[in-house]
């Protein structure tokens, strides 16, 4: 399986390559060559680790046999307490898939526990002994995940960038507060999008001699944990497998019937993933992209417009505070099949801040998405609403999912099951999800978390409840113009 940038499809790489890189040289993101299909019935019987490595393995064609068998029955064991890809019911027609059961309490889990092994077996792939610095900018859960699947991990060091104000108490402890002997953390003055923004500058130069001299004088290369980085992206087509092959096993759909998905996303990697897997042979109707007050991408959707220039919105749900989705640039590139008409529209957003595509690129995306979007308010009716006549309690990012989820159903008249991702424990949240109950919510995140389980009977996971515990380790606030000196800075503590 050959890979190749969104911009340019006349360079190809290998999958050892497109992961050790991150993002191509061009600016662009790896995209596959194609599609594998894969057998349904067969794959609905395997369980998690073996559903991943039926997948990933048609992607990462140049690994080792043995390596996926040895490694996923660990990632995808004991880390998620056995609930790996656990679907479930919430009401007659709607399951939420659970993807927080993991280390760090949100579905980027699922791809920052693997990737690490697959960046270490790439650099054996391609001979590479140099230190792999991976840098990660974070709207609040990627940077944890990423922190903790790459905590001591040989030959690589990692460095985190967050928006000072733009995550929770305990996202940002999450961080602040992060063991490991090869990691940083820095706190950027302004939002997610700048800290992004930021980030892919310093890969952007990483090619410019005085850089490249700095970084080599290091024997260091650069790589990156966020979604543009294709070993971040493949291994989150698994877990739709995995809840339609559930929903099969309960009888709730036959086997080939449609399921639709909703998907609360900012940065487009999570529902991106849902429509790869539909491209390898998944029922999947609609998948209808959930966003918050932060709406671009609803925009988007419904007029082919991409307007990046508009008032920014800090939320109850931060990880979806995003106004420049990266990965919305590999699903143009399919749609269109144009690497041409794709550098075109991302120099537009670069240097205009929107663009319009063309109506058959936009008719093609309306085929596959729909769209809708929530507030705080409405954010904070619907975790009442689903914890009183569901009892379910859901994180506020889960609650976006949920409302657009049912008043899109409600609306087109859509029959078919539907699954909600369900991405993060509400105890991250605990003071949103405690006033959106009806209660008065204490100042201090930790308290909050303890009435919470109080008022639900719910047990706030481990790692979250032990974070008041913690030393902050780093307390670094930096300006985004800063972030290419941290990137030449080493990680070893």
């Keep these: 399986m050959q890979y190749f940038s969104t911009r340019n499809r006349t360079q190809t790489v290998s999958a050892s390559q497109a992961i050790a890189q991150g993002l191509a040289a061009d600016g662009g993101l790896f995209v596959p060559e194609r599609f594998p299909q894969v057998e349904l019935a067969e794959l609905c019987e395997k369980s998690y680790p073996e559903m991943a490595q039926a997948i990933l393995g048609r992607y990462l064609t140049e690994y080792p046999a043995a390596f996926l068998p040895a490694v996923l029955p660990a990632v995808y064991g004991a880390p998620f307490a056995g609930k790996a890809g656990c679907a479930v019911p919430v009401s007659e027609d709607t399951w939420a898939l659970e993807l927080w059961h993991g280390p760090t309490c949100a579905f980027k889990d699922y791809a920052l526990q693997l990737l690490p092994k697959l960046l270490v077996q790439a650099k054996k792939n391609l001979g590479r002994t140099e230190t792999t610095r991976i840098l990660v900018a974070t709207s609040g859960d990627t940077g944890k995940a990423a922190l903790e699947g790459f905590r001591d991990v040989e030959g690589t060091e990692i460095a985190v960038f967050y928006p000072q104000d733009g995550t929770s108490v305990i996202q940002r402890m999450q961080m602040a507060t992060q063991e490991g002997k090869n990691v940083a953390v820095y706190a950027v003055k302004g939002n997610f999008d700048d800290a992004q923004t930021g980030v892919k500058r310093v890969f952007a130069r990483a090619s410019e001699p005085d850089f490249a001299a700095a970084l080599s004088a290091q024997n260091v290369r650069l790589s990156s944990a966020n979604s543009i980085n294709w070993g971040r992206l493949v291994p989150q087509i698994v877990y739709y497998f995995a809840a339609y092959a559930q929903l099969v096993r309960a009888g709730t759909v036959k086997l080939g019937q449609p399921v639709d998905f909703c998907v609360p996303t900012g940065n487009f990697g999570d529902i991106l993933a849902g429509w790869y897997a539909k491209q390898m042979g998944l029922p999947v109707g609609m998948l209808v992209c959930a966003s918050n007050r932060n709406n671009v991408l609803t925009d988007f959707l419904s007029t082919g417009t991409y307007n990046a220039r508009r008032a920014f919105y800090k939320t109850t749900s931060p990880s979806m505070d995003i106004l420049i989705s990266s990965n919305l640039e590999r699903l143009l590139y399919h749609i269109s099949g144009s690497d041409t008409a794709v550098a075109g529209w991302m120099r537009q957003l670069k240097e205009a801040g929107r663009y319009t595509v ?136």
């Design 358 to 493: 063309d109506d058959t690129t936009l008719a093609a995306l309306q085929n596959s998405f729909a769209c809708g979007c929530a507030d705080d308010e409405q954010v904070a009716e619907e975790i009442r609403m689903q914890y009183q006549k569901h009892h379910y309690l859901c994180d506020p990012h889960t609650a976006v999912a949920f409302r657009v989820a049912r008043l899109w159903r409600e609306k087109a008249g859509r029959t078919a099951p539907m699954v909600v991702l369900s991405t993060a424990s509400p105890f991250k949240f605990p003071r949103s999800v405690l006033e959106a109950l009806g209660c008065a919510a204490p100042a201090n995140d930790f308290d909050a978390m303890h009435a919470l389980e109080a008022k639900t009977g719910c047990a706030a996971p481990q790692s979250l409840s032990v974070l008041s515990d913690k030393q902050e380790r780093f307390t670094e606030r930096i300006a985004p113009a800063d972030i290419r000196a941290a990137a030449l800075k080493s990680c070893k503590q």
